[in-house]
């Protein structure tokens, strides 16, 4: 099973380095590139390591360009490493409606998603609100809500650790740790900067100028994520993100899950971008773990 990484890496000249930093971008026929989707990532190898391409594929101009994004530091996070650097470029794009984002676990894929969004909300005024929401059911019963006490936001609310959790951690990064994961979370909900949504009402809603985090997406089967991605209006960005070999629908292949299929079907769209994550950031030993889980569970 092959799936879409979002990145192409080939070798190329000294010259096409050359051409690529002058004018800023090149053509993929001059790399020898035949097949290549709308906000691919390519890097562009040559014998020297500090020699190389770093860039993005435009449709529109038919061209491979430099990075807008590059040094991004949002709300106080920077990438880690160059796919992370690609990962920020599509976030912070706001002619990019859709974004995908995969890798195993502790690559970051929350911490970015989260930040970019309160950058994009809390400082640049891109968008009017940020939206969060998750699969809450067991198994494939994706609009249960189990037997937790409390309305529907307090019962949500038991489900969203992941999301909690990132919240600290980007406070720690910004050198701020007065309040805890739940406290950020009430402080923007009570501030009207952000919502906890109920998946299982989705259906009849339409989001306007605001931006959607919808995390462990490969729980959600192909018919759920539809319904996600077709509540979409004018002025939002909707990013999906999740482990595709994490599945946790049952009787369900990966290859066949919505997150799987979202990537696949939609990456020649000019409004669609995707990014695998690859390295580790949480722990060397989390790192070695998840590389031994897959390694015997896929191979």
């Known amino acids: 099973m092959t799936f879409y990484n979002g990145i192409?890496?080939?070798?190329?000249?000294?010259?096409?380095?050359?051409?690529?930093?002058?004018?800023?971008?090149?053509?993929?026929?001059?790399?020898?590139?035949?097949?290549?989707?709308?906000?691919?990532?390519?890097?562009?190898?040559?014998?020297?390591?500090?020699?190389?391409?770093?860039?993005?594929?435009?449709?529109?101009?038919?061209?491979?360009?430099?990075?807008?994004?590059?040094?991004?530091?949002?709300?106080?996070?920077?990438?880690?490493?160059?796919?992370?650097?690609?990962?920020?470029?599509?976030?912070?794009?706001?002619d990019i409606p859709f974004v995908t984002i995969t890798s195993r676990q502790g690559c970051g894929k929350t911490l970015l998603a989260l930040a970019s969004a309160m950058e994009q909300v809390l400082e640049q005024t891109t968008y009017e609100k940020i939206l969060i929401g998750k699969n809450t059911s067991p198994i494939d019963k994706w609009s249960y809500q189990g037997f937790t006490t409390g309305d529907t936001q307090e019962k949500l609310l038991t489900h969203f650790g992941n999301f909690t959790t990132t919240f600290e951690n980007i406070q720690n990064i910004r050198g701020k740790k007065s309040k805890s994961g739940v406290e950020v979370l009430e402080l923007l909900r009570s501030q009207n900067k952000l919502d906890v949504l109920d998946i299982s009402s989705i259906l009849g809603s339409s989001f306007i100028n605001r931006i959607v985090i919808i995390d462990e997406a490969q729980s959600f089967d192909i018919h759920a994520i539809r319904s996600i991605i077709t509540r979409i209006g004018e002025n939002c960005k909707l990013i999906l993100i999740g482990d595709i070999g994490q599945q946790t629908v049952s009787r369900l292949d990966p290859d066949k899950s919505g997150l799987y299929v979202a990537v696949e079907w939609l990456k020649e769209l000019e409004e669609s971008a995707h990014i695998t994550l690859n390295d580790v950031h949480r722990s060397s030993f989390v790192d070695k773990a998840s590389k031994l889980f897959d390694k015997k569970m896929f191979g």
């Open 8 to 94: 192409q890496e080939l070798s190329v000249s000294d010259e096409a380095v050359k051409e690529f930093y002058q004018k800023g971008e090149i053509s993929p026929e001059d790399l020898g590139i035949e097949n290549i989707y709308p906000n691919e990532f390519v890097i562009g190898n040559t014998e020297f390591s500090y020699s190389k391409i770093i860039g993005k594929y435009n449709s529109k101009k038919n061209k491979i360009v430099s990075l807008k994004n590059e040094d991004a530091s949002v709300f106080g996070v920077k990438a880690k490493d160059l796919r992370q650097k690609f990962a920020l470029e599509v976030l912070l794009d706001k």
